[in-house]
């Protein structure tokens, strides 16, 4: 009888079970490694949150603290995502710093964070593949909460449709919606960004 070989998913998967039992179990060593596996993911999804190096790192921090002491708790079964689990955490932390009254939200870093998943239809990567960056991360800026997280979930976190709704705790079809209209108010904004830039142009020619 052939016996078939694990994928290196289901090998991955697989440690990191092993990984999780040992943290459970209170193994130190065990809890480090899994911070350190995480870390710079966690890091960089607070990054784009939140735009700023320290309170990114802030979140970050707070991001372990809050799940070690919920992983005695975890449960390990087929088809849950740990990272998906981690990640859920991660905006929580994000979004409970951003709504305390003194928080101010900050411009976008620069230089400006590129995507990492592409959109699968040729307009949508032409849309986000703009040549003026910054004016598209001020576009997103300019959408509700709802929509602006699962873009910058999906295209500069690079997380999966289903990814991101267990992150967010939302079906996968509430997920690919928020997408499609963020889209769709995306291309308006470049729009109307776009018909003001050459109302300006014209105006001082005009002046002249």
């Not at 065990?30 to 870390?39: H, V, W």
């Not at 809050?66 to 979004?95: H, Q, T």
Request: one cysteine or more; a positive charge; hydrophobic letters at 35%.
């Amino acid at each position: 009888m052939k016996v078939k070989s694990l994928s290196e998913k289901q090998r991955v998967s697989i440690e990191i079970e092993a990984l999780i039992r040992r943290c459970q179990r209170g193994d130190k060593l065990a809890i480090g490694a899994l911070i350190r596996r995480y870390q710079n993911y966690v890091y960089r999804l607070c990054f784009l949150v939140m735009r700023n190096e320290q309170d990114a790192e802030d979140m970050t921090q707070e991001t372990f603290i809050r799940a070690c002491r919920a992983l005695p708790r975890y449960e390990i079964r087929k088809g849950a995502s740990f990272e998906a689990w981690l990640y859920r955490i991660s905006v929580n932390c994000c979004r409970s710093r951003m709504r305390r009254k003194w928080y101010q939200v900050l411009p976008w870093p620069n230089p400006a964070p590129e995507i990492v998943s592409e959109p699968e239809r040729q307009p949508d990567r032409q849309l986000l593949h703009s040549e003026h960056r910054e004016e598209i991360l001020e576009a997103i800026e300019m959408l509700g909460e709802k929509h602006r997280l699962v873009v910058i979930l999906r295209y500069y976190a690079g997380l999966s449709n289903e990814e991101i709704a267990r992150t967010l705790s939302i079906p996968s079809g509430t997920v690919r919606s928020r997408l499609h209209t963020a889209r769709q108010r995306l291309k308006m904004l470049l729009i109307e960004r776009d018909e003001h830039r050459e109302y300006l142009s014209l105006s001082k020619r005009a002046a002249r």
